[in-house]
């Protein structure tokens, strides 16, 4: 008997975990995958030449193994072991609307190869559904939430600059990571041609500066060698394996299993509450039951639809805190991938390191008080850099060996730019994750069935993204070389929201304000199905500050007898 169980060991189960133990609650974290060590499971450590085919996983693998993870960036022979093998979890769309759902089952989760890009959410973000009328109203605004974002950057280390942008606020940064020359060109460039938009440097949960707090927990300065992908030994970036469960830890309240997939939760009938969590362990396939007196449902934001639609009973016969019937209901991703490569002008400067970081450009469309002609709702930021042409690219231009191909690679590459919107995709309840009706998994729980694709203001959006983003381009002197123009399908943001969204109204909303559902008082959801809307900003750091927030509430919960 647990005071609390926490599914899922990733961005915001790690968090979760963190703040329930050390407000002296003992819990449990129930991770479905393997247990990863942090340093001595990573492969930050391998050379170039040590990487197997330069990186490429070859292609009958990855059409066997990766049909969707393929489509991710940070997937190669030094990290393949990090994504799930599709043909081992798979999952149905309906064919005309595919769904790139990019997964890692381990300790740790996603929060091991995430962009660390983290930026707040602001208060033209929590009021838009209550604006447009697209999804529920959130039942918070930013300043409930601002101390929690205050409470997670100090804790996990956010470099960046203060710009003082009431669409995207600032925060408790390290220092920011420089700029090179290129960028400060681009920089003036945009700002000059464009009253309103904004280049800042990226703010990335690394530590620019180690505190006190940070190294007690073995975690280093940054050393620019962006490797992240493959996890980073020295702890220099945020995740739970490096940062959130070791400080669980160290407070004596923290027991973790892995290998144990959440197949449901169970509740007590007679009083409406969860008790206990229905698990069948990976590789024997046998099941057990965890109890707790309250849960944390973390799993991420498909498989909290998928475990909570499963865990049906005659006091839920649609599921766990589905009286609504919004369980699953408004899945959305970023817009994401829609820019340009270009080459740019740029001065005879150098630098050096690999800093594993970019430029951001702020959302500038459809604020509050500006005209704006935009024949679509919401809004979008760039994300890129600027940067001389990698060495292995200047190697690979032209035919040359032995002396001449040396001297080529010492000289630095021309400059080079990418740049691709992220956008804010509208809620809709018809974008939706089911439980298949005949098929299941092998370990016999049913398939999620995913049935998502962009709607028409999105695809307005779209056209909007690729015509900023080229005046952009140009205005600095660009020559575009590389378009993508096309949305990819929803999911390969890797920024799923929604399916167990907060809400004021229980009749259209499935949490509270706490995030706590309306239908169980002792079950708390603070993974990204919890997020009624999205904004275009990265996620992450709002799942860990309602996260941390809920943790508090559920605390004066249970001293209070309340739940």
């Given at each position: 008997?647990?005071?609390?169980?926490?599914?899922?060991?990733?961005?915001s189960?790690?968090?979760?975990?963190?703040?329930?133990?050390?407000?002296?609650?003992?819990?449990?974290?129930?991770e479905?995958?393997?247990?990863?060590?942090?340093?001595?499971?990573?492969?930050?450590?391998?050379?170039?030449?040590?990487?197997?085919?330069?990186?490429?996983?070859?292609?009958?693998?990855?059409?066997?193994?990766?049909?969707?993870?393929?489509?991710?960036?940070?997937?190669?022979?030094?990290?393949?072991?990090?994504?799930?093998?599709?043909?081992?979890?798979?999952?149905?769309?309906?064919?005309?609307?595919?769904?790139?759902?990019?997964?890692?089952?381990?300790?740790?989760?996603?929060?091991?190869?995430?962009?660390?890009?983290?930026?707040?959410?602001?208060?033209?973000?929590?009021?838009?559904?209550?604006?447009?009328?697209?999804?529920?109203?959130?039942?918070?605004?930013?300043?409930?939430?601002?101390?929690?974002y205050?409470h997670?950057?100090?804790?996990?280390?956010?470099?960046?600059?203060?710009?003082?942008?009431?669409q995207?606020?600032?925060?408790?940064?390290?220092?920011?990571?420089?700029?090179?020359?290129?960028?400060?060109?681009?920089?003036?460039?945009?700002?000059?041609?464009f009253?309103?938009?904004?280049?800042?440097?990226?703010?990335?949960?690394?530590?620019?500066?180690?505190?006190?707090?940070?190294?007690a927990?073995?975690?280093?300065?940054?050393?620019?060698?962006?490797?992240?992908?493959?996890?980073?030994s020295?702890?220099?970036?945020?995740s739970?394996?490096?940062?959130?469960?070791?400080?669980a830890?160290?407070?004596?309240?923290?027991?973790?299993?892995?290998?144990a997939?959440?197949?449901?939760?169970?509740?007590?009938?007679?009083?409406?509450?969860?008790?206990?969590?229905?698990?069948?362990?990976?590789?024997?396939?046998?099941g057990?039951v965890?109890?707790?007196?309250v849960?944390?449902?973390?799993?991420?934001?498909?498989?909290?639809?998928?475990?909570?639609?499963?865990?049906?009973?005659?006091?839920?016969?649609?599921?766990?805190?589905?009286?609504?019937?919004?369980v699953?209901?408004?899945?959305?991703?970023?817009?994401?991938g829609?820019?340009?490569?270009?080459r740019?002008?740029?001065?005879?400067?150098?630098?050096?390191?690999?800093?594993?970081?970019?430029?951001?450009?702020?959302?500038?469309?459809?604020?509050?008080?500006?005209?704006?002609?935009?024949?679509?709702?919401?809004?979008?930021?760039?994300?890129?850099?600027?940067?001389?042409?990698?060495?292995?690219?200047?190697?690979?231009?032209?035919?040359?060996?032995?002396?001449?191909?040396?001297?080529?690679?010492?000289?630095?590459?021309?400059?080079?730019?990418?740049?691709?919107?992220?956008?804010?995709?509208?809620?809709?309840?018809?974008?939706?994750?089911?439980?298949?009706?005949?098929?299941?998994d092998?370990?016999?729980?049913?398939?999620?069935?995913?049935?998502?694709?962009?709607?028409?203001?999105?695809?307005?959006?779209?056209?909007?993204?690729?015509?900023?983003?080229?005046?952009?381009?140009?205005?600095a002197?660009?020559?575009?070389?590389?378009?993508r123009t096309?949305?990819?399908?929803?999911?390969?943001?890797?920024?799923?929201?929604?399916?167990?969204?907060?809400?004021?109204?229980?009749?259209?909303?499935?949490?509270?304000?706490?995030?706590?559902?309306?239908?169980?008082?002792?079950?708390?959801?603070?993974?990204?199905?919890?997020?009624?809307s999205?904004?275009?900003?990265?996620?992450?750091?709002?799942?860990?500050?309602?996260?941390?927030?809920?943790?508090?509430?559920?605390?004066?919960?249970?001293?209070?007898?309340?739940?």
């Open positions: 008997m647990f005071d609390v169980i926490v599914i899922g060991s990733g961005m189960g790690g968090i979760a975990a963190k703040e329930l133990c050390e407000r002296g609650l003992k819990t449990l974290v129930i479905r995958g393997r247990k990863l060590e942090h340093g001595a499971s990573y492969s930050d450590w391998m050379q170039p030449w040590d990487v197997p085919n330069a990186g490429a996983i070859p292609e009958e693998e990855l059409a066997r193994d990766y049909e969707v993870q393929r489509h991710c960036y940070a997937v190669s022979t030094a990290t393949k072991q990090y994504w799930v093998k599709d043909s081992e979890h798979p999952y149905s769309t309906p064919e005309d609307k595919p769904f790139w759902w990019i997964r890692g089952y381990h300790l740790g989760g996603r929060s091991i190869m995430w962009g660390r890009q983290t930026y707040r959410m602001s208060e033209m973000d929590f009021q838009s559904n209550a604006l447009d009328g697209h999804g529920a109203d959130w039942p918070i605004r930013y300043a409930d939430l601002a101390p929690w205050d997670v950057e100090k804790f996990i280390g956010v470099s960046g600059s203060k710009e003082g942008l009431a995207l606020p600032d925060g408790e940064f390290l220092p920011a990571m420089p700029m090179n020359d290129g960028e400060k060109a681009f920089k003036a460039a945009v700002e000059a041609k009253d309103n938009r904004k280049v800042i440097i990226g703010r990335c949960a690394h530590l620019t500066e180690a505190k006190d707090h940070h190294t927990l073995g975690r280093n300065q940054c050393m620019n060698r962006s490797l992240c992908e493959r996890g980073c020295l702890g220099a970036y945020h739970s394996l490096s940062s959130s469960l070791p400080a830890e160290a407070t004596g309240n923290l027991t973790i299993v892995t290998d997939i959440a197949h449901s939760i169970i509740t007590d009938p007679k009083t409406g509450k969860a008790t206990g969590v229905r698990v069948i362990d990976q590789n024997t396939k046998e057990r965890y109890e707790a007196k849960i944390f449902l973390n799993a991420s934001t498909i498989p909290t639809a998928q475990i909570l639609l499963n865990s049906k009973s005659e006091a839920h016969p649609r599921g766990l805190a589905n009286s609504s019937d919004m699953g209901r408004g899945i959305t991703d970023h817009l994401y829609l820019g340009y490569a270009a740019m002008p740029g001065p005879e400067t150098i630098y050096k390191g690999r800093r594993p970081n970019g430029l951001y450009i702020p959302r500038y469309r459809n604020l509050p008080g500006m005209a704006d002609e935009a024949d679509f709702l919401r809004g979008y930021g760039f994300q890129g850099a600027v940067q001389r042409t990698p060495w292995r690219n200047v190697a690979s231009s032209a035919p040359g060996v032995g002396a001449e191909l040396k001297d080529r690679i010492r000289q630095p590459g021309e400059w080079v730019t990418f740049f691709s919107g992220f956008g804010e995709m509208l809620p809709d309840p018809n974008n939706r994750v089911t439980l298949h009706a005949s098929k299941v092998q370990w016999g729980i049913p398939l999620v069935h995913i049935d998502c694709a962009h709607g028409e203001n999105d695809k307005k959006m779209a056209k909007a993204i690729l015509a900023d983003g080229k005046a952009m381009i140009e205005a002197g660009g020559q575009i070389v590389q378009a096309e949305l990819v399908p929803p999911g390969l943001g890797i920024h799923e929201m929604g399916t167990a969204t907060m809400g004021k109204d229980p009749k259209t909303s499935v949490l509270n304000k706490f995030n706590q559902a309306h239908d169980v008082p002792n079950l708390f959801i603070t993974d990204g199905a919890a997020m009624a999205g904004g275009c900003q990265n996620p992450s750091l709002t799942y860990m500050a309602l996260a941390a927030r809920a943790a508090h509430h559920a605390t004066e919960f249970l001293k209070a007898g309340t739940i």
